[in-house]
């Protein structure tokens, strides 16, 4: 039995023999026909789009960069940015009341998600618009027939109001379910350490569990913007003087309809491109220390190296 595991641990010292990886790809034929294939269509439909005498580009080049068209642009940019602001502060506020143990907080944000996702935007957006139908003063005081505080004129609810308040709200309903999934994504025990700790709880969402909870919010949230540049164009439907509007107003004018859609389109395009980016990179800033993929490569280079060559420390 001694001379056996001498033997053994004999055998063990020495090294194995290196063996060559001479692991080679299949040609992948079925994505170089498909990549072809798709090329040419597009190469055939960019062709089509410019040959077609249908299509006036001299109209387009005219109007791409004219006056009315870049004010309309910068409409539609702070509708986009103050609402997404302002929908994502509404919807922090409605995930929390939906997180919290009080069954009012999370009954009257339940029903506020439930109605604005509910109904269309449209809907709201001409709701919004119409709000001095209903009240012709809009007056702010005690309820239930208490005194008055101050109060103003319904007509000061503009198209431009009138789409932030209907973009905003509804942004608002939609963002708070992407933050509480967020804030339910970050492990329990993180808050009962800072609760050991004495941390207050506003302490602990905004030093512990939101900074966490951001690389689960923030891929969501940039969708949302994106979105948001786009669905910004039903604001036209109230007359919001945003890039839509002004080029309906143009083309109601020259007749020249697909031409000014497609200058809108380009713009929309160009618009939704940089958010893009920028939505990279904040993704890339929030996911620093999450990002396992160099660790994980280099664990499997070192697997698939010879037993000679291996580091240290992944020997099983």
Known sequence: MPASSAGTSQVGDKQAPELPLNARRPPA????????????FGVWVLYILVVTPNIHWDVVAAYIASGPILEGLWITIAL????????????LVVAI??????????????????FFRGTPLLV???????????????????????????????????????????????????????????????????????????????????????????????PPTGNQFISMLKTSSLVSIIAGSDLMTVVQRIYL??????????????????????????QHFLEKKYSKGFDGRTS?????????????????????
Request: hydrophobic share 50%; aromatic share 10%.
């Open 29 to 40: 034929w079925g994505r170089w026909i498909g990549g072809t294939a798709a090329g040419i």
């Open 80 to 91: 986009s940015v103050i609402s997404m602001a302002a929908g994502t502060v509404i919807g």
């Open 97 to 114: 009341m939906q997180l919290s143990r009080n069954p009012v907080l999370r009954i009257v944000a339940g029903g506020f998600s439930w």
């Open 124 to 218: 709201q957006l001409l709701f919004w618009f119409n709000l001095g139908v209903i009240f012709p003063r809009l007056e702010f005081g005690i309820p239930f027939g208490g005194p008055k505080l101050f109060g103003v004129e319904a007509s000061i609810i503009t198209p431009f109001i009138a789409g932030l308040l209907g973009l905003a709200i509804n942004e608002g309903a939609y963002m708070s379910q992407i933050i509480r999934a967020g804030i339910l994504s970050v492990d329990n025990g993180q808050r009962e350490a800072a609760e050991a700790m004495g941390m207050s709880r506003a302490g602990i969402m905004g030093r512990i569990i939101l900074p966490q909870a951001m690389r689960f919010i923030l």
């Open 253 to 278: 004018g020259n007749f020249e309809v697909i031409s000014m859609l497609i200058v809108a389109s380009i713009w929309y395009l160009v618009l939704t491109s940089v958010a893009t980016v920028g």
């Open 296 to 316: 994980v490569r280099s664990k499997v280079l070192t697997n698939l190296a010879p037993i000679s060559r291996r580091k240290p420390g992944f020997d099983d």
